[in-house]
């Protein structure tokens, strides 16, 4: 009789081959949102050539399949192989904030602890529990079912103004938070709420996280345990639980704010590079990046050969009209069919003045769509 790891890897095996037999290319949307990962990826990793990037991006979305299926199948928590301090699962020590992040199969994570005996609160995103939550309640009604559990387990909306002090009272009752660091595309900023962000390091950026998680760290004295999942080649999921970062009582809170979100990304980092294709962040990060200020070529001195700036800017064709998309700003800019087909033909034209103004070709210099 087959086990149940060959039964759950057969699976995932089938999840691949009806994956690989999709035209993901003639999916709804896929040219935007690849492109999008592609300067995400190219922001952060650079080290990574674009050249693999959509290999890279149609593994994230495979490795998505294999996260939802793990969701369904209440054996997959059984199967995971856990690595780290056992200690940082007991109960009895206490209330902690685990900080995890979407890498590999994240949403392990609260069925775990929950199978411990754990009493849990999940702060998520509103279209994270609107898309996600009656899933997840399910799965760890059906846990509660099947093991005889009793624990609490409650999923707290992380958009609602009185969040903040719900998860401190939860906190002060004893039970543990589970928190998705590395953010969600609705907890992104908003214009005035800087006070609510730091700015931390990650590879070749520095990106905006919020700072709730190290407030609720410092006024509670509650430490905060660093968890990084991801699935190992032969498929088996890894949780591993780091060392915990721990408040200094009376110490400066706005310091350990700071420190504690640099370390759970300075954490992450060596994880994101050896798993870069199971992190869904590629997704959002652009919404979090610290701006960089931009700089546009301004006067006359053109160079005499013109060629279009591919390492700044893509073109996608979309059903509507073409677009320009700004790798480094992520702007868009609808332009006409003619001007696509300049961009791309730029070796065959004597003057792009004479064909498109002078007015249109500063901006193209300008803008360093043409250099």
């Known amino acids: 009789m087959p086990s149940a790891l060959r039964l759950y890897k057969q699976e995932l095996s089938r999840c691949r081959e009806h994956f690989q037999q999709l035209d993901l290319q003639r999916e709804r949307g896929y040219l935007m949102k690849f492109t999008t990962f592609s300067a995400n990826v ?20 495979l490795q998505q399949i294999f996260t939802t299926f793990d969701q369904q199948c209440l054996t997959a928590g059984d199967l995971v192989k856990i690595r780290g301090s056992q200690e940082l699962l007991r109960k009895q020590d206490g209330p902690k904030i685990y900080c995890t992040y979407h890498l590999g199969s994240y949403r392990l994570l ?45 999923v707290v909306e992380a958009g609602h103004a009185s969040s903040g002090l719900t998860v401190l009272r939860e906190l002060k009752a004893g039970r543990s938070l589970i928190v998705y660091v590395d953010g969600s595309p609705e907890t992104a900023p908003e214009p005035k709420e800087q006070d609510k962000f730091i700015s931390v390091p990650l590879g070749e950026r520095r990106v905006l996280t919020r700072k709730g998680v190290g407030y609720l760290s410092h006024a509670t004295g509650v430490p905060i345990v660093p968890v990084v999942s991801y699935r190992q080649q032969d498929l088996t999921n890894i949780l591993r639980f780091l060392d915990p970062i721990k408040p200094i009582r009376h110490s400066d809170r706005d310091m350990y704010c700071r420190e504690a979100m640099t370390q759970l990304y300075n954490a992450f980092w060596p994880y994101l590079k050896r798993y870069s294709a199971q992190w869904e962040g590629w997704l959002f990060i652009h919404s979090f990046l610290e701006q960089q200020e931009q700089t546009h070529k301004v006067g006359g001195n053109w160079p005499s050969h013109l060629t279009f700036n ?20 992520y702007q868009t800019y609808e332009i006409t069919e003619d001007l696509r087909d300049l961009l791309l033909n730029l070796h065959t034209v004597d003057s792009v003045e004479s064909l498109v103004g002078k007015e249109v070709y500063n901006e193209l210099i300008e803008l360093e769509i043409l250099h």
């Open 310 to 329: 591919e390492s700044r800017y893509s073109l996608c064709d979309l059903e509507q009209a073409p677009v320009l998309f700004d790798r480094r700003s």
């Open 42 to 61: 190219e922001n952060i990793m650079p080290s990574i050539p674009r050249s693999e990037h959509e290999t890279l991006f149609q593994e994230l979305l």
């Open 110 to 154: 609260t069925s775990i602890l929950f199978r411990r005996g754990i009493d849990c609160v999940l702060l998520v995103g509103s279209n994270m529990n609107r898309s996600q939550g009656d899933d997840m309640t399910e799965h760890i009604e059906a846990l509660r079912k099947q093991h005889g559990l009793t624990n609490v387990f409650r």
